[in-house]
């Protein structure tokens, strides 16, 4: 393991939150959406954490992140840090073997189980493997590889991922170097990242994306020029490869530029990462959002006829305050996986990411199964 260990990583992706979460409060301008009413939360039933055999079969102990995306024959889970070992009979971790920032798992057609179980991809030691690879002049002692959101079309499957730069010890002993794109046309290999002549930047970070006939909508989330939320952009497919191919939102209509200068908040009151899909009992598209620091064990849900909405906030849900034997600090990296929704999106699944108190990184993703009720039912 590196001078920046394990415990390091983890904090500083919480660190990476409580900063957009804390300069939102300071007088930040954002539009806030409104509310809606065409849904209600019927029962929430928390499933635990999704550590189970699949995890153990590639010696992974505990992970954050975990959104997923459809490809052929199933699904593809990507994850953040990623930390091997072992878990004795009782669950106690036995971490061996150091770690990985970046990480994928498929998931077949057929599931047996909530959590599912899940097949990593790994190294020849059988152990998980990182799944983006650094660039010559990168290398794990200065750098990470955070996914961001995933994608498959076109025989392809693309993966859009945030380049950390390590500048020195402890928490805030980093920075975001950029955002980039990788590739892959076997979902579960190692995707190669795209460079083009003006090498390997993009100008976007989503943490979701929507396809729709013409076009690929993707939401970014941070603060920038005063305003925390949603930053909206979207792509044609054939363009996703050519950093230039990019538009902007610049207001309602919707209106896009490509001139990233004009972009403007699309949403605001937003932190972390989103998770966005079609639920085809609501015949809208719904996203997911963990809170602020004021409800941090909150995942809000709103709602939307198209990508671009207008979007309302329908209802929220409340994490236990205690998970894992511990006290929850923060809820994050809320997401959807609709490989495993039930009645059409009546039944849905999710997965979120916890930071707890005195926790350390025995820390892994727990999954809710929830149930709803369409106002016009």
């Known amino acids: 393991m590196s001078r920046f260990n394990a415990g390091n990583l983890a904090s500083c992706l919480k660190a990476t939150i409580m900063v957009c979460i804390t300069a939102s409060i300071f007088g930040c301008a954002s539009t806030v ?11 929430s039933d928390f499933l ?21 995306y459809r490809v052929p024959g199933g699904s593809l889970w990507c994850f953040g840090d990623t930390f ?18 970046c990480c994928i798992a498929r998931l077949g057609e057929t599931i047996d189980s909530l959590p599912p179980v899940l097949r990593y991809l790994t190294g020849r030691d059988g152990k998980v493997a990182q799944a983006i690879d650094f660039l010559p002049d990168e290398s794990w002692d200065h ?74 909508y993707l939401f970014d989330v941070g603060k920038r020029d005063g305003g925390q939320g949603i930053w909206l952009s979207r792509v044609r497919p054939a363009e996703i490869e050519n950093p230039d191919g990019y538009q902007f939102y610049c207001g309602p209509g919707p209106r896009f530029t490509p001139d990233k200068n004009k972009q403007v908040l699309f949403l605001g009151d937003i932190y972390g990462q989103v998770s966005v899909v079609w639920n085809a009992y609501l015949d809208r598209y719904i996203l997911a959002s963990s809170s602020n620091i004021f409800h941090p064990r909150e995942i809000r849900f709103y709602t939307a006829e198209n990508p671009w909405g207008p979007w309302e906030q329908a209802v929220s ?30 039944i849905m699944n999710l997965t979120f990411s916890l930071h707890l108190e005195d926790g350390g990184f025995d820390v892994n993703n727990e999954m809710i199964e929830v149930e709803i009720n369409s106002s016009d039912a």
Not at 33 to 43: A, D, L, N, Q, S
Not at 50 to 56: C, E, I, P
Not at 93 to 101: L, T, Y
Not at 149 to 177: C, H, P, R, V
């Open 48 to 68: 635990g954490t999704v550590w189970n055999q699949g995890h153990a079969n590639a010696s992974v102990v505990s992970q954050d992140g975990g959104f997923s």
């Open 84 to 101: 091997k070992g072992s878990r004795d009979p009782a669950g106690n971790p036995q971490f061996s073997g150091g770690a990985v920032s």
């Open 33 to 43: 959406p409104g509310k809606c009413e065409c849904f209600k939360v019927v029962r």
């Open 143 to 216: 750098n990470r590889i955070w996914p961001l959101s995933g994608i498959y079309f076109n025989a392809k499957s693309y993966i859009y991922y945030s380049l950390i730069e390590l500048t020195g010890e402890g928490m805030w002993g980093f920075q975001d170097a950029g955002s980039g794109l990788a590739c892959s046309t076997q979902p579960l290999t190692v995707h190669k990242r795209i460079q083009t002549p003006k090498g390997w930047r993009f100008p976007v970070a989503p943490t979701a994306i929507v396809m729709t006939d013409e076009w690929m």
């Open 317 to 346: 849900i409340t994490v236990p305050e205690y998970r894992q034997g511990k006290k929850v600090e923060l809820v994050y990296c809320s997401y959807f996986h609709p490989e495993l929704f039930r009645d059409n999106g009546r």
